[in-house]
């Protein structure tokens, strides 16, 4: 049965690989490639530096700090990928006669190909150990594999478990998006320490707090290194068998609650009820200055956008995590003038701008999924239907700006009215480039997300990937901008650079909407295939 | 009325690779005409419809609709059609009266219109909760939504693909009710079903595709020969040879 189940879960997720194209296998094949390479090459340093006879204190120093590193990512990678992809819906299988705990099983089994890079860097480290006559070499056979094998399963269940509880948590409506950007928030904070060097000061004390071998890492370290100081090996051993147990008893209860949750009840609309007379003149404002069927088209966007949970989500996140991210260069850079912190805001609202794409324009119809099918079926031109979304991801992009101007305010950084004007206007120039990018990869990368799913990630991975790789070239003419300023020191320069800029970001944009509008003609069918597809039998997203 | 049919469709292919969903499909829809367009399952009834409506371009063959040939004069064309398709194109951010003013306004009406109108439908359709988002909606209300915005601009043909799915009987009797008003007013309507007795209740003119070929086609008397029901036909041309009394463990 569990055999059965892995068979469907691997054929699922074969089909919707080969289903986006051979080039679209070819790309994943390539990012895999490059993916398990890095984390390989990472296994044979960790090897090497563990097989180091001479570096016997450093390892016993470190090995303790880099598994308890191991334990940070391993169980920051479901907020990772509840942010950015693969999910396992079990769920799906409770109208067959399997037992809960082969689905618990399943599940285990199933999060291991969400984790192999860890897996690698594990056994990289433990061969390393093994080779190493300094700490008992071979003669540790049984015991390095052991404290392996514990580490990983108590990693492995503890993450199931704080996996199924954080997508409770997010399908809960009026609360999901404050306890999402917490976990982002929680997520940043490290390298906020670090930047700022607060942790760096800490780390030395906290070392020895990482070894102290009551800890799982630490106590996995103790019975990989053979310790013989504090407690002996065996006992390490108990007690890292001891973190396991908890963690199985914990990813299961909290595995067992997920497959009774009722996440419709959980999503149920509260909002539904009541009428919002303001909001309603503010979704009207487009139709004062254009005229229909673009109004119509906008209005819709906007509305459909503000009741969107992934697109709040990631608008929130535009300028508080832009805030949180961009922060310390700013605090640093009251000491030491640097160019992020004097064009502050412009940074930030340029950031919010490339975070925008994933849930607006770089994948413009992708929260429209079948319905998408209306653009091409009402007697309007598709040029206009993605005008009248770059319009409505303008707005938004224009509110982020503003939004991160209020902050800045608030925050008394010193932010000038001249400052905001400027970030205004080099982000409407950036935005020309990357709209014109955006309304390619919307018609030529099309797919279909999940308004609800606030976890899930934006467009396909091509189209992110495109839009990745294109970012700075989209940026560059607006560098070009500020590198003039520097260089001659001269404001009508920078001013003069922008509106050569501007003026190129109109053509490109005009020839990025000929090159869309002619693809969404000869593609129709097969956009609107890619925004139909629905879920796989248990690959969720 | 126009002389030019609703619809005429001219050896009509469309091929996914090597297997042809629709072969050389012939098909003469006259104005004023209520139309049923019956197959089994993977037969190319939606294949054709999408064909009608320009959302899949032909392999080959010619479409004309109310005497306009597409895609030469698609916008025109797209004014005058009335769709409720087999897959959603319902916009589940919206309510169903923020989605049925949209329709409209995508069709050129004014929004005092469009609003108007929109009002009008949800009170026939009885879908007055005014604050639900289309997300919430039930696939049978859903339907009867699809069905109000094909009703918006007032079309002059109706292009539907399954419309009776999942609605109640009276949402369906009221559906069915608005169609021969429309059929009565000139209008035309081509629509599919896998519900025969809907079929034979409501249309003039009945095609049976098979294969993505036409097997029969003609007047719902010319079908049944006076002593069969439109079922009957229907299984002896494109049912038979299913024989679940050879699996011995079934029993």
Redesign the interface.
């Known amino acids: 049965m569990i055999r059965a189940i892995l068979r469907a879960q691997w054929l699922s997720m074969r089909i919707f690989r080969l289903a986006s194209g051979r080039r679209g296998a070819l790309f994943s094949v390539i990012v895999a490639v490059l993916w398990y390479g890095f984390w390989t090459f990472l296994a044979a340093v960790a090897e090497e530096l563990t097989a180091a006879r001479g570096l016997r204190m450093q390892i016993e120093t470190w090995l303790p700090a880099g598994l308890l590193g191991v334990f940070a990512y391993w169980q920051l990678a479901p907020l990772a990928s509840a942010t950015m992809g693969a999910s396992l819906d079990l769920r799906k299988l409770l109208v067959y006669p399997v037992p809960r705990r082969s689905l618990f099983l399943v599940e285990i089994l199933l999060r291991i190909t969400t984790c192999a890079e860890l897996l690698l860097l594990l056994t990289g480290a433990a061969i390393g150990l093994l080779r190493n006559p300094a700490f008992g070499g071979w003669r540790g056979l049984a015991r390095v594999p052991l404290a392996v094998v514990l580490f990983a399963a108590f990693n492995l269940m503890l993450a199931a478990g704080l996996r199924n509880l954080i997508e409770r948590l997010l399908s809960r409506k009026g609360i999901r998006e404050a306890i999402a950007l917490l976990l982002m928030l929680v997520g940043v904070l490290p390298r906020l320490l670090m930047v700022t060097g607060f942790a760096g000061r800490r780390i030395e004390h906290a070392l020895p707090t990482a070894a102290n071998p009551f800890w799982p890492w630490g106590a996995a370290a103790h019975c990989m290194l053979g310790l013989s100081t504090g407690v002996r090996p065996v006992a390490a051993a108990a007690v890292l068998a001891g973190w396991t147990a908890a963690a199985y008893l914990f990813g299961r209860w909290q595995f067992m609650r997920g497959l009774r949750f009722d996440f419709q009840a959980a999503q149920?609309?509260v909002?539904?009820?009541?009428?919002r007379p303001f909001a309603e003149r503010l979704y009207r404002l487009p139709?004062l200055v254009l005229p229909?069927?673009l109004?119509?088209?906008v209005?819709?966007e906007l509305?459909?956008?503000v009741?969107?949970p992934r697109f709040r989500l990631v608008f929130v996140m535009g300028f508080s995590f832009g805030l949180v991210v961009w922060l310390p260069m700013i605090l640093r850079g009251r000491v030491t003038h640097s160019a992020v912190s004097g064009n502050f805001l412009a940074v930030v609202s340029l950031y919010a701008l490339f975070l925008l794409a994933q849930v607006t324009y770089g994948n413009s119809f992708g929260?429209?999924?079948?319905?998408a099918?209306?653009y091409?079926?009402?007697?309007?031109?598709i040029s206009r239907a993605l005008a009248a979304k770059n319009i409505a991801a303008a707005i938004f992009i224009f509110l982020e700006i503003a939004a991160v101007a209020a902050a800045c305010t608030l925050l008394r950084l010193g932010i000038s009215s001249g400052q905001i004007a400027e970030a205004f206007l080099v982000t409407a120039i950036a935005a020309l480039y990357l709209l014109g990018i955006g309304n390619l990869s919307s018609v030529n990368y099309p797919r279909h997300m999940n308004?609800q799913r606030v976890s899930a990630g934006g467009g396909s991975g091509r189209a992110q990937g495109v839009l990745f790789l294109l970012y700075p070239v989209a940026l560059l003419p607006v560098f070009l901008a500020y590198l003039a300023r520097y260089a001659f020191d001269n404001q009508a320069v920078f001013y003069a650079v922008l509106a050569c800029a501007a003026a190129l970001g109109v053509a490109i944009y005009w020839m990025a909407m000929e090159s869309a509008v002619s693809a969404a003609r000869n593609r129709?069918?097969s956009i609107?295939a890619e925004l139909?597809r629905g879920e796989g039998p248990m690959v969720a997203e | 009325m126009p002389d030019t049919p609703a619809i005429a469709v001219h050896d009509l292919r469309k091929l996914y690779g090597d297997k042809a969903a629709v072969d050389s499909l012939n098909l003469v829809v006259p104005r004023g005409c209520f139309f049923g367009f019956l197959g089994p399952n993977g037969a190319g009834k939606s294949t054709t419809i999408r064909m009608l409506t320009g959302l899949v371009p032909p392999s080959s063959g010619s479409i004309e609709l109310l005497g306009m040939r597409l895609p030469d004069r698609e916008l025109e064309i797209q004014q005058r059609i009335g769709l409720v398709p087999d897959e959603s194109l319902l916009f589940d951010r919206l309510t169903g009266a923020e989605f049925l003013e949209f329709v409209g306004r995508m069709y050129g009406l004014a929004r005092p219109t469009a609003v108007e109108r929109a009002q009008s439908l949800l009170d026939l359709f009885e879908l007055r909760e005014k604050r639900k988002l289309i997300a919430e909606y039930s696939k049978g209300m859903r339907k009867r939504l699809a069905m109000a915005a094909s009703l918006i601009h007032h079309p002059d043909l109706f292009l539907m693909d399954e419309p009776f799915e999942g609605v109640d009987a009276v949402g369906a009797r009221l559906m069915k009710d608005i169609l021969l008003d429309q059929v009565r007013r000139g209008a035309t309507i081509f629509l599919t079903s896998h519900v025969l007795e809907v079929v034979e209740r409501l249309c003039d003119r009945v095609a049976i595709i098979d294969k993505g070929k036409i097997v029969r086609e003609g007047s719902m008397d010319e079908l049944r020969g006076g002593t069969e029901s439109l079922e009957d036909v229907f299984v002896r041309l494109v049912g038979a040879g299913r024989e679940f009394h050879e699996l011995e463990w079934l029993k």
């Open positions: 149920a609309t909002a539904s009820a009541k009428s139709s229909d069927p109004s119509a088209m209005e819709k509305r459909s956008l009741r969107t929260f429209d999924g079948s319905a099918q209306l091409f079926l009402a007697p309007v031109a308004a129709r069918e609107l139909s």
